[in-house]
């Protein structure tokens, strides 16, 4: 395919209905960048980040920052979607599976990222446009692969009911990206976002309030791809972090903690501070561990 009609096909929301949309999307998009990029430019102070430039046919627009680290190449896409396919049918066999973890998480940062990068060729005028199908999709492959394992997962309302001595007066009505329901009862709702940028308040106040109105410990969990952004000029680009490591603390320590929270890309930071590596985790563990515990 030319950049052209990825462009076309990555802005159509209609064509990412399953899992294999969007292995198949991510295929052609490797293979197009494989030898028609204008460069590939190397993050100046997180050497693992890179960006692509577009050609002409892009308007020479820089992407959004790819973790070489997890991005896979068109070379290995093949053999990782095999895997990607085995861990779907073999979920909870695949606990010790070191390699087969990684690859998970790595297939689905490519995937997502292939359409992420797509969209940061549109113009400049259309940024908010991109951001809001990239973001709209991701939701949407969560929940592909969330129903793909046997979750009962449902995205929109959930009703909460507003109780004043024993009687019903009203009912409030809250909009979830991902709601886990078994007979109609809500175990766990969850927040799919791209990055935590702007959102992270709002998830942990979510969680205060809803069990709070309800009166019940509803496990609050949140997924995210990456908290990372580009900084600097051509051709001098760095990544600048968009993770608040102290709103995260202070939320976690003196609100309520949150039941899971889960990346794709982890932040350094996520690995060595004592309380985030005890609340956040890559992505693989809320799909082979973590998401039965709400069940």
């Keep these: 395919m030319k950049l052209s009609?990825?462009?076309?096909?990555?802005?159509?929301?209609?064509?990412?209905?399953?899992?294999?949309?969007?292995?198949?999307?991510?295929e052609e998009y490797l293979t197009f960048i494989y030898d028609n990029l204008q460069a590939v430019i190397v993050s100046q102070n997180e050497t693992q980040y890179r960006f692509f430039q577009y050609k002409k046919d892009g308007n020479f627009?820089?992407?959004?920052?790819?973790?070489?680290?997890?991005?896979?190449?068109?070379h290995d896409f093949s053999a990782a979607k095999d895997s990607f396919v085995y861990a779907m049918r073999h979920i909870k066999d695949i606990k010790q599976e070191f390699e087969i973890r990684q690859t998970l998480n790595?297939?689905?940062?490519?995937?997502?990222?292939?359409?992420?990068?797509?969209?940061?060729?549109?113009?400049?005028?259309?940024?908010?446009?991109?951001?809001?199908?990239?973001?709209?999709?991701?939701?949407?492959?969560?929940?592909?692969?969330l129903t793909e394992l046997g979750i009962p997962i449902r995205d929109g309302i959930v009703p909460v009911p507003v109780i004043v001595n024993d009687e019903e007066l009203f009912q409030m009505v809250y909009q979830h990206d991902l709601i886990i329901e078994d007979r109609?009862?809500?175990?766990?709702?969850?927040?799919?976002?791209?990055?935590?940028?702007?959102?992270?308040?709002?998830?942990f106040m979510d969680k205060f309030l809803y069990n709070r109105l309800t009166?019940?410990?509803?496990?609050?969990?949140?997924?995210?791809?990456?908290?990372?952004?580009?900084?600097?000029?051509?051709?001098?680009?760095?990544?600048?972090?968009?993770?608040?490591?102290?709103?995260?603390?202070?939320?976690?320590?003196?609100?309520?903690?949150?039941?899971?929270?889960?990346?794709?890309?982890?932040?350094?930071?996520?690995?060595?501070?004592?309380?985030?590596?005890?609340?956040?985790?890559?992505?693989?563990?809320?799909?082979?561990d973590d998401v039965w515990k709400f069940l």
């Design 106 to 145: 790595k297939f689905i940062y490519t995937c997502q990222q292939s359409i992420g990068a797509t969209l940061d060729a549109l113009p400049a005028g259309e940024s908010n446009t991109a951001r809001k199908i990239n973001g709209d999709l991701f939701e949407r492959y969560v929940r592909l692969i």
């Design 5 to 26: 009609q990825l462009l076309e096909y990555a802005k159509n929301k209609t064509k990412f209905s399953t899992l294999v949309d969007y292995s198949t999307f991510c």
């Design 215 to 288: 009166n019940t410990e509803t496990p609050h969990f949140a997924v995210f791809l990456h908290d990372v952004q580009r900084k600097g000029k051509e051709p001098k680009f760095g990544v600048n972090t968009t993770f608040l490591t102290g709103h995260f603390k202070g939320y976690t320590v003196k609100l309520n903690p949150l039941d899971g929270v889960y990346y794709c890309d982890l932040r350094p930071v996520m690995s060595t501070d004592s309380i985030l590596k005890e609340h956040i985790k890559t992505l693989d563990c809320l799909l082979i």
């Design 61 to 74: 627009n820089v992407t959004r920052p790819i973790n070489n680290d997890l991005m896979i190449s068109i």
């Design 184 to 203: 109609k009862k809500v175990k766990a709702i969850g927040s799919v976002k791209t990055s935590s940028k702007d959102r992270l308040d709002k998830i």
